[in-house]
């Protein structure tokens, strides 16, 4: 067979024993709880589910919510309010987990959050080619989505579906979508608590649930292969319940993640997811955020960590805020905790912003006298550099308290 006999395979209609392929495909879709995309070419079996909120949202703290707000733990990259009716959710399964132009996508799922709960939209592909008849549906269908929820989908999901419009002569479905990756904020959030993130492992940790005869995911390529050649559907249907649930377990995240950065006070959160929250909304630069959990961490834990206050000081500088910035150096120092920073900052401070090197001296001295302790258990190069720096700055203090007595 050429290649011009190839194409004409699949971007026809199927010519020979029609009916008895049209029988067999419907008796397929109707074991999977689906229907043909399209009579007259049946080569894609459409799946639909709806679960209302209630079957999976039970955590009595969480609740749908029709406007995500998620800029803290988005970097930003979200600042404004997210309509959840904009929201799409992709999810694939696909022949392997390497990527590129022969990795086929054989399942693709869809969410649509609702005003009362979750539609999961699936394209089953039962054998390779006539896949542009799933894209040219979801093309139509989703127009009027503008946002991607996924997880891994920016190095995984999308790229491969965009390879396969690009194979198919499909323009991009999702060239003018923003793309919001849940994996990304679950390594910010846990990624030194969690064992992994996976989304599987994710819903243990958060919603204490376990999949009951779920198929790993490792395992769903070579289902795949095993379907194409017995004609068996007994692990695709597997693979389509593992598809569903990876769909709903990301509309949970979505609305929990929005329960932790609007309305953490009613959770039940530990120092170091706390510490975490800080510490991202320090970088956004959010200080009445900051001040709010870095108040609950100090209050509940009895105090925040070492870098947490060393980070909250540096936005407290950043934005002029001096003497809450003092206060956190001189805890440290009272503390003995991160005393060449505070000692450091403490000398900078008043020996620019306050003209005081008499002062500056002190806090100086003091960094260098520890220094030498810290020399005596080991020595390193930044230790060195760090010493050269400070003697500068002792030297030219010296020079500037010489240049006023006399």
């Not at 970097?75 to 904009?86: D, G, L, V």
């Not at 699936?122 to 390779?128: A, G, N, V």
């Not at 009027?144 to 396969?164: A, T």
């Not at 499909?170 to 846990?190: Q, Y």
Request: net charge negative; hydrophobic share 40%.
């Amino acid at each position: 067979m050429d290649i011009s006999e190839k194409l004409k395979y699949y971007k026809t209609d199927l010519n020979a024993n029609q009916s008895e392929a049209t029988a067999n495909y419907s008796e397929m879709a109707k074991k999977l709880g689906g229907e043909f995309l399209d009579l007259e070419n049946p080569d894609v079996v459409k799946i639909k589910l709806f679960l209302n909120y209630d079957w999976f949202i039970s955590n009595e703290y969480l609740s749908a919510e029709k406007n995500i707000q998620l800029s803290m733990l988005t970097k930003n990259q979200f600042q404004e309010a997210i309509n959840t009716e904009k929201i799409l959710i992709l999810d694939l399964e696909t022949t392997g987990l390497m990527g590129g132009a022969g990795t086929y996508p054989f399942l693709i799922g869809f969410g649509l959050l609702r005003s009362t709960g979750i539609e999961v939209i699936q394209y089953f592909l039962p054998d390779y080619g006539r896949e542009h008849f799933a894209y040219n549906d979801l093309k139509k269908n989703f127009a009027d989505k503008n946002i991607l929820l996924s997880y891994n989908g920016k190095s995984y999901d999308l790229p491969l579906l965009r390879n396969r419009f690009i194979l198919n002569r499909i323009d991009d479905s999702f060239e003018n979508f923003r793309h919001l990756d849940l994996l990304h904020i679950v390594r910010r959030l846990w990624k030194n608590e969690f064992t992994n993130c996976s989304l599987e492992n994710v819903e243990k940790e958060l919603f204490k649930f376990s999949r009951w005869r779920d198929i790993e995911g490792a395992l769903i390529p070579s289902a795949y292969f095993k379907y194409l050649s017995t004609g068996d559907l007994s692990e695709i249907k597997r693979i389509i319940q593992h598809n569903q649930q990876d769909i709903i377990s990301l509309a949970a995240l979505l609305f929990y993640l929005h329960q932790i950065e609007n309305h953490n006070e009613n959770l039940r959160l530990n120092q170091s997811l706390l510490e975490n929250l800080c510490n991202l909304s320090i970088n956004n630069a959010d200080i009445r955020q900051s001040e709010k959990l870095f108040q609950t961490i100090n209050a509940e834990y009895t105090s925040a960590s070492d870098k947490t206050q060393v980070n909250l000081s540096i936005l407290y500088k950043r934005k002029g805020h001096w003497q809450k910035a003092i206060d956190i150096w001189e805890d440290l120092l009272n503390k003995h905790n991160e005393i060449l920073f505070a000692a450091e900052e403490l000398a900078k401070f008043y020996e620019h912003h306050e003209g005081n090197p008499h002062s500056a001296l002190l806090y100086a001295k003091r960094a260098k006298s520890y220094i030498e302790i810290l020399k005596e258990i080991k020595t390193n190069d930044y230790l060195l550099i760090y010493e050269q720096n400070i003697l500068h700055r002792i030297e030219r203090l010296k020079t500037k308290i010489d240049n006023i007595n006399f």
